[in-house]
């Protein structure tokens, strides 16, 4: 069993939709719960970054962490043609430990 | 606030040769961590620096080595180089590691 696992779509939503992208992971040290947006031939770009179980709201991105169920989720509001990227949840266990990727979620919204 | 500066963007190589990578973190970022991205493994860890102290190791072979400088500057060198080394690879900059991780935008290297 993989560590992190996410689903690789794709996904296609209209203009607008809300979408819910999710992770699921099996190590219960994770600690650190990141989101990544990466468009195609550049660097990930830090979305939300979370630390333990709760949830956390940045403009039309709302992250969610549920350590007991070991699933975190990244909600996006009102989803913009520009939002069409590949996602990757990360996590850590803390400081001097690799950040653990899933394999990323394709994204597309058409408008 | 200036970002993570990878060096080269591209490069070409011949299997057998060596590559040096380099990455300039944020300004008062320690920790820099370094990633291989392939389309079939997504993205995998390779080391993590920390003041000049390698703290973390993936599961890649010894031609898979890295330094970092006294300015957290840091460099990643493959030797005898493969045609499955063919990548992005990735530079990660932060605070300790733990925090948040800013990437730069990659070395895409090609071996051929």
Known sequence: QKEVEQDPGPLSVPEGAIVSLNCTYSNSAFQYFMWYRQYSRKGPELLMYTYSSGNKEDGRFTAQVDKSSKYISLFIRDSQPSDSATYLCAMSKGAGTALIFGKGTTLSVSS | ?112
């Open chain 2, 1 to 112: 606030k200036a970002g993570v500066t990878q060096t080269p963007r591209y490069l070409i190589k011949t299997r057998g040769q060596q590559v040096t990578l380099s990455c300039s973190p944020i300004s008062g970022h320690r920790s820099v961590s370094w990633y291989q991205q392939t389309p079939g493994q997504g993205l995998q860890f390779l080391f993590e620096y920390f003041s000049e102290t390698q703290r973390n190791k993936g599961n890649f072979p010894g031609r898979f080595s890295g330094r970092q400088f006294s300015n957290s500057r840091s460099e990643m060198n493959v030797s005898t180089l493969e045609l499955g080394d063919s990548a992005l690879y990735l530079c990660a900059s932060s605070l300790d590691n733990a925090r948040e991780a800013f990437f730069g935008q990659g070395t895409r290297l090609t071996v051929v």
